[in-house]
């Protein structure tokens, strides 16, 4: 079984051990969702959406591609001021190389998850408790500059509440 549920928790927890610092590509402040360039010229993160009608602004946004043999994956963490955790994670076929296109939730083990914090009990969301619904619209991707966008909108739940995603916009870079 893949951990796709588990990656974006032990990212919330890799973060808020330690310094404050990303140890990735990161922008802090607003973001429109596209790609540029800190004062060093190296390319940043960024990802926005709406949770039920306020505003989330990811002011740590970290991306992860990998290309296996068997299948190809991009996992998008952001963390807010309020070290609210927003998460995706979405993979190909098998054996079908990632591209652009639209990935349903709960397809090919392609989930999403918000975890608020303070976290007490299992209050967190994700796109596999209850009916799945939504997608990621990977708009471009590059795996040669290392890099991808796109849009997303979806509804997650817990084993008593729902969160309802629209307005997603992500721009990232990845290692």
Partial sequence: MRLWI?????????????????TGPSQTGSSTGSSS???????TSS???TIDGAAF???NVTATYHAGTDFSTLLVNALDTG??????????ERRVAFAPG???LGSDGS???YNPFPTTGNTGFNALNGPQTGSVIVTAFSATAKTASGTFSFVLHNASASKTVTNGAFSVTFP
């Fill in 83 to 92: 070290q609210n955790l927003l998460s995706f994670d979405i993979g190909t």
């Fill in 47 to 49: 990802l926005t959406a």
């Fill in 102 to 104: 639209t990935f349903t």
């Fill in 37 to 43: 360039t800190g004062g060093s010229g190296t390319p």
């Fill in 111 to 113: 989930n999403a998850t």
């Fill in 6 to 22: 588990i990656l974006p928790i032990v990212a919330l927890a890799a973060s808020a051990c330690g310094s404050h610092s990303p």
């Fill in 57 to 59: 602004t990811g002011t």
